[in-house]
T-cell receptor
Framework: AQSVTQLGSHVSVSEGALVLLRCNYS??????LFWYVQYPNQGLQLLLK??????LVKGINGFEAEFKKSETSFHLTKPSAHMSDSAEYFC????????????FGTGTRLTIIP | DGGITQSPKYLFRKEGQNVTLSCEQN?????MYWYRQDPGQGLRLIYY???????QKGDIAEGYSVSREKKESFPLTVTSAQKNPTAFYLC????????????????FGEGSRLTVL
């Protein structure tokens, strides 16, 4: 079975400060890991994904995430927050070997403070 | 441009009525999914389909039904048996091949917000 835990349902960060959104996963086989972003009343958009290549993954809008197998973590970071980063962020895990379902975390709402 | 179209964006329903949400994709994806989103609960899988004329129940299928008669279309019916249908519904699609750069990625529609009066 696979699962995802996102620590912190709400995170507030000052504009220009570091953004850190935490994600831990459990998986019995090597996973594919994803971060998606959702703006109000919209669908989800892929930010970045890890697929067993480089452990440091760069995505859109200046975000990046590092896969740490020993910590079973895939935390999302951005060096300098922008007002437009205010949104909800979802971490997710998926196996591509006989299981086509994607498991989502409960989401973290990020608010950027001017 | 390729993408996923959900309609309607907003829908109101009286208790006891069935309602069907439309989802159409022109990405040539084999797999399609329906998720329900409630505040603080993330996304929960209702149904998914990996090929035409076949679909599987997700984690919360009770009170919902789907069909997959065409590759492009995966409509969701919210029946009167669904006790708490007010939610935001998201449709998604993906490829099923494992050797492509976009393997595993879900492409989402803009969502449909259903409110039961």
């Amino acid at each position: 079975a696979q699962s995802v835990t996102q620590l912190g349902s709400h995170v507030s960060v000052s504009e220009g400060a570091l953004v850190l959104l935490r994600c831990n996963y459990s998986s019995s086989v090597p996973p594919y890991l994803f971060w998606y972003v959702q703006y109000p009343n919209q669908g989800l958009q892929l930010l970045l994904k890890y697929t067993s290549a480089a452990t440091l993954v760069k995505g859109i809008n200046g975000f990046e995430a590092e896969f740490k197998k020993s910590e079973t973590s895939f935390h999302l970071t951005k060096p300098s927050a922008h007002m437009s980063d205010s949104a909800e962020y979802f971490c997710s895990v998926r196996h591509l070997f006989g299981n086509e379902k994607l498991t989502f975390g409960t989401g973290t709402r990020l608010t950027i403070i001017p | 441009d390729g993408g996923i179209t959900q309609s309607p964006k907003y829908l109101f329903r009286k208790e006891g009525q069935n309602v069907t949400l439309s989802c159409e994709q022109n990405l040539n994806h084999d797999a399609m999914y329906w998720y329900r989103q409630d505040p603080g609960q993330g996304l929960r899988l209702i149904y998914y389909s990996q090929i035409v004329n076949d679909f599987q129940k997700g984690d919360i299928a009770e009170g919902y039904s789907v069909s997959r008669e065409k590759k492009e279309s995966f409509p969701l019916t919210v029946t009167s048996a669904q006790k708490n249908p007010t939610a935001f519904y998201l449709c998604a699609s993906s490829i099923t091949q494992l050797d492509r750069a976009d393997a595993g990625e879900l492409f989402f529609g803009e969502g449909s917000r259903l409110t039961v009066l």
